[in-house]
Structure formats: C-alpha cells, structure tokens
C-alpha cells in the first residue's frame, strides 16, 4: 500500500511533469484548500496557478532531498530548478492527507545562494 508520503512526491512529480490535471484527479481530495499567499486559497485556484507555472517553466526540476511522515501529514523537502541551469530553491511542501488524499497544503521556498558562506549548503 502507497504510504501518504509516496503520494505526496508523487503528485509534486507528476505537478512538474506537467501533468496537473493527472495529479489533482489522482491525489488531491475535491475539499482542498492550500494557504500559499499570492491566490485564492481552493483547489481550483491552486491547480490553474499551477498550470500557469508549468507553462511558464516547462523544463522545471525537482530533486527530493527528505520526507517526513506523521500522523497524517507529510514534509516533502526538495531543491526545485526553474532549468537544468538555474541554481533553483530549497522548497519545503507540508500536506496534510485524509482517507488517502490531500486536503490541506504549504509550501515555503528559498533561493539558495551561490555565494553561502554555509560550508554545509542548503542540503
């Protein structure tokens, strides 16, 4: 059985693959609703900013670092590339999931920075 937290990678994968429509029929529950703050908070809101995004970056990378499952809830730890080029952001997706499907969702983001002093990077 497909734990929430193979879910949840996978409905980011197919989202960068393109295929959004594919992923929310698949993985996210008709009552989501997601707080990322530049647009409505429902599902359909979420799901054409995602078509824009796509098409704006269709060459777009994800490379998951972690996850974490708990009670329901997922952390998808990623670094996201915009093209094969671009140094990309550390991006932490939090899902909450019931009855197998995603219903609540955040996502925070951070460039990285080619020039960290950190020796440790952002992964």
Known sequence: MEQNKDKAVAFLQTIV???ID???ETYVSPELIHHNPY???DAEALRSAMK???DRSP???ITVKQTIEENGRVMVYSHIQQHAGDIGAAVVHLFRFHEGKIVEMWDV???L???SPNENGMF
Request: avoid cysteine; aromatic fraction near 10%.
């Open 17 to 19: 693959a393109g295929q």
């Open 113 to 115: 920075n080619a020039d």
């Open 39 to 41: 647009f409505p908070g």
């Open 52 to 54: 824009e995004n796509g």
């Open 109 to 111: 983001g951070q460039p």
């Open 59 to 61: 060459e777009k990378i």
């Open 22 to 24: 594919k992923a929310f």
